[in-house]
């Protein structure tokens, strides 16, 4: 989640339906992009859950109890959320579906429609980060609970359903090119990257000295992931909250599943979980955001006080030059089998 600032009874009959048209729809894109792939290489295959797993709530925002349950998905589907408590379509969790971008990462049908869930980057970087490809999200209400304020909690819930693999291969989107967005003196940058994976370097200045400037770089994987970033928290200045209430906003928030920072305190009665947990949140953001891309990426991700907005941006520059990317198949030894598909 964005730092809270101004510059961030399921009718499962009818959402199984809708559901399985959409995944059907991206089972066939899929299929016709990696229509060329030779059967040869032994591949990673893609990973869904076990079992559904739920859990109920708070929304940060609306301060309202939300349930959200996870549920396996067919291979090639991604992750689709869907709305239980309206009539309303499912949603993929991809840049372009991207409505809003203030203070969380929110998609949608459209910027007017009600269809909309925000808040979905910290189960975005729980499910990047433990290696699931495909899932069906049902929730309840129009955001994800805000648990904890990290994705320690997703994790857990993640680990409690179990995985499974599926025989369709894993795929990456490999970075071909540098692309870059910026917004001032805030910039993200996306370049090729020699090892395989996900490369990431962060880094934040914010005027509070509990803050301040803060640097962490990191080679995404589940080991890392778990142990340098699930645990961070979304943080929010003292002066900010008072702002947010007046706007209808973080009407869920509390010490509970926000650091709350004044000048040079650490508000929480319990302080922080790592001194540098600021920055590593931000990371933890890009993890989510960066996955709305449909796969994994292969490169290497640099962020300077960037957001989920830059975030975004970077995304849709990327996909919008066809030469600066293309698909490729991770084999199970680590090694990549280039595929190209037509733009």
Avoid at 293 to 309: C, D, N, P, Q, V
Wanted: neutral net charge; proline residues 4%.
């Amino acid at each position: 989640m964005e730092s809270l600032s101004l510059d961030p009874v399921m009718t499962a009959d009818t959402t199984e339906e809708a559901f399985l048209s959409t995944a059907s729809s991206f089972r066939t894109l899929a299929t016709e992009a990696f229509s060329s792939r030779t059967a040869e290489p032994a591949v990673a295959g893609q990973r869904t859950l076990r079992s559904s797993i739920s859990c109920v709530g708070i929304g940060l925002h609306t301060g309202a109890a939300i349930r959200l349950s996870i549920r396996p998905a067919p291979a090639d589907t991604g992750i689709v959320f869907q709305r239980t408590d309206i009539a309303a379509s499912p949603l993929p969790a991809r840049y372009d579906s991207v409505v809003e971008t203030r203070l969380s990462t929110v998609i949608g049908e459209s910027p007017q429609s009600g269809n909309r869930v925000a808040t979905i980057e910290h189960m975005m970087s729980a499910l990047h980060g433990r290696g699931i490809d495909n899932a069906l999200i049902l929730v309840d209400g129009p955001e994800l609970p805000v648990l904890d304020g990290s994705s320690a909690d997703f994790l857990f819930l993640l680990d409690c359903a179990g995985t499974t693999e599926s025989d369709e291969p894993r795929r990456e989107i490999e970075i071909l090119k540098t692309v870059r967005v910026a917004n001032g003196d805030a910039f993200a940058v996306l370049r090729p990257h020699a090892r395989s994976g996900l490369s990431l370097e962060m880094t934040i200045d914010f005027p509070a000295a509990a803050i301040g400037r803060q640097k962490l770089s990191l080679d995404l994987d589940e080991s890392a992931f778990r142990h340098d970033l699930a645990f961070s928290r979304t943080f929010t200045e003292r002066g900010e909250i008072d702002a947010l209430h007046r706007a209808g906003l973080a009407l869920g928030g509390s010490l509970d599943n926000a650091i709350v920072v004044d000048g040079v305190n650490v508000l929480n009665p319990t302080g922080l979980r790592a001194r540098d947990e600021f920055v590593r949140h931000k990371l933890l953001d890009a993890v989510g955001d960066l996955y709305l891309a449909g796969a994994r990426l292969r490169g290497r991700f640099i962020g300077h006080k960037s957001g989920h907005h830059l975030n975004n941006q970077l995304l849709r520059t990327l996909f919008a030059d066809r030469s600066a990317w293309r698909w490729a198949q991770k084999r199970a030894s680590g090694s990549l089998q280039p595929r190209r598909v037509a733009a």
